[in-house]
């Protein structure tokens, strides 16, 4: 009988894992509604000006569709943006991924759909193309801030700028306007994040913190300008694995591949 139990005992596991949970993410075709801010987005903008803003792309575009934001002025910002818990910033600073899938915008235009600027963005402006993306921060311990910007050169070269670096994508791919669609993604280690686009793959550069828990996406301030049509965006924590044994109680936490 002994013999028996402690064969059962020595057999004895209980494995259990923790899901990938969402921590925020947009997708235009949700049934939701395009508007970021039915998916639980706060949106945010700090100046009003006639080209800031957010909307709905196939509303004055026939035949397009994403969420259009464009920055409008270099002083300006318009974004949509969610605060993380505690518990989502201490699972984002353990590992996570992202994924975005977006097109370039080749023209300003009026929030109302009117007033356009033809290839505002295609050369020889396309420097202007500059300060629309993803940013990721943390605060505390172990903080960061990822900051990830789709930019275009007056070549047409598609680029990811980092805050520091500029990767580039494609050459001569960033003139496309509508006609691209572009999907990164970038995973997280706990050390290093690593954008990667078809077979590349690029390492980003960790920023200083600027003391808030959260993601977002958008136009933000910068010297140049920009309007970029989001399709989807998703944040993820890593998931974990977490294996329990019956002898002793060993409690052994293991990061998934």
């Known amino acids: 009988m002994i013999k028996m139990m402690l064969s059962v005992l020595g057999i004895f596991l209980l494995a259990s894992s923790t899901q990938a949970v969402l921590v925020a993410q947009y997708d235009y075709t949700s049934s939701l509604g395009a508007d970021p801010t039915t998916q639980g987005w706060t949106y945010l903008k700090n100046a009003t000006n006639a080209f800031l803003g957010g909307y709905d792309a196939s509303i004055y575009y026939p035949g397009q569709s994403g969420w259009r934001i464009v920055d409008g002025t270099n002083t300006g910002y318009a974004y949509y943006q969610i605060t993380l818990t505690d518990d989502q910033t201490e699972a984002m600073k353990t590992g996570f991924s992202v994924s975005w ?9 009026k929030n109302d759909g009117t007033g356009s600027v033809a290839n505002y963005y295609l050369p020889p402006n396309q420097s202007r193309q500059g300060n629309n993306g993803l940013w990721i ?28 670096v500029t990767h580039v994508l494609t050459s001569g791919g960033g003139n496309n306007g509508y006609d691209t669609l572009y999907t990164v993604t970038v995973d997280y280690d706990g ?17 200083a913190t600027f003391g808030n828990n959260r993601v977002l996406f958008g136009a933000h301030t910068s010297g140049g300008q920009g309007s970029v049509v989001y399709h989807a965006v998703s944040f993820i924590p890593e998931p974990t694995t977490m294996v329990l044994l019956g002898l002793g109680g060993l409690l052994l936490r293991r990061r998934q591949a």
């Open 101 to 109: 899938s977006f097109k370039l915008d080749a023209t300003a235009w």
């Open 191 to 207: 050390t290093n994040a690593v954008l990667s686009y078809g077979s590349s793959t690029y390492t980003l550069t960790k920023q």
């Open 137 to 164: 921060e943390t605060a505390g311990e172990n903080s960061f801030r990822y900051y990830i910007v789709a930019t275009a050169d007056a070549s047409g070269n598609l680029a990811i700028y980092d805050g520091s």
